[in-house]
């Protein structure tokens, strides 16, 4: 003869079925695009463009065989950051054109400072996106690279980097107080180092 | 002599299922949550980049995607193996995305329509000169924000 077994209680059945899904709740995160922002010039040309020194303008080229030169000069891709840096943060301008942050070799025949020093990135038709977008990637690392080292001696009491701060003001959890604070420290790095990226229309292949 | 005599046969008592619609609805929630909707089947082969400086493409009701690639290995017999443009549910050519990118945004609400971005999944192994048509049509119909969807990694990644 079989022995009754005991039921099973089943009242705490519930409580298990609630961690597991406060636990998934919590680690689930909702996959979100993320990619680099650009902007796009106008169409309507301007009448009477600027005129740019040569200095001023730091030319990167990405040919149709994916090589990068970098003021005519071939470069490799883990040197183009440094590249850059070098470039924006020469502070070669002297009298109203000087850069007093900038810390770079202050050589004559690069950049007069950040806000005149321009970035062009040209391409050929049959460059790969992928090594475009890798160049894109180090060019706006660069700029944050200055802005991080500017925005921490700037505001050492924020304990964060420009990118983590601009990661938080974008941030929609964060509140409207902490916003606010945050945007004018944010601008004021973005006038210190404005990103003037140009991107130019790809050159024909011949 | 009681009249509630116990049976003493062998039945094993029933398990309980009490807590099996909690069990559902924890699946259900689970699910609910870890689904991303996705609006249009990709019909182009889309290996994103790697990049590390990105930002994030938060609100979906402002962002209007543009896919480009090669055609899947399905469609290949019928478009070809050239990377081509996918707009909703089908291909389309260079000259489509102006009147994609109008309607689109004709569709959002008023408040928006200054606001709207356009995200480009591309994949790693296109020409450049497809995103420049691209670029140039957005230009004309003054989409000037624009994002380059990438997936979080080293520019190493990108051989």
Known sequence: MARKSPEVNAGSMADIAFLLLIFFLVTTTIETDSGI??????????????????????????????????????????????AAVDFLDNGGGVGEEACDYCKGSKDPSSSD?????????????????????????????????LRD???????????MTYVEADKMYTDPRTSIKVKASLKPKLDVLKKMYPQKLSEAEPSKTN | ??????????????????????????LLFFFMVATVMRDNTLMVTNTLPAADQIKKLDKKDRVIYIYAGKPSARYQDKYGDQPRIQLNDKFAVVGDVGAYILSERASKREELQNVLTTALKVDGETNMGLISDIKQELRKVNALKINYTTRIGDYTQNK
Do not use: C
Not at chain 1, 149 to 159: A, K
């Open chain 1, 37 to 82: 922002n650009r902007k796009l010039p106008p169409m309507e040309e301007l009448i009477d463009p600027p005129i740019i020194k040569e200095r001023n303008i730091f030319t990167v080229v990405v040919n149709k065989n994916n090589d990068i030169l970098v003021e005519e000069k071939p470069m490799q891709l883990s040197d183009v950051r440094q």
């Open chain 1, 113 to 145: 400072n950040p806000d005149k020093a321009i970035i062009s990135l040209k391409n050929d038709r049959e460059t790969d996106y992928k090594v475009y977008i890798s160049v894109q990637n180090e060019l706006v690392a660069a700029y944050n690279q």
């Open chain 1, 149 to 159: 080292r500017e925005f921490t001696s700037l505001y050492p009491d924020q304990r």
């Open chain 2, 1 to 26: 002599m009681s009249k509630f005599k116990k049976k003493k046969d062998g039945d094993l008592p029933a398990i309980s299922t009490a807590s099996l619609p909690d069990i559902v609805f924890m």
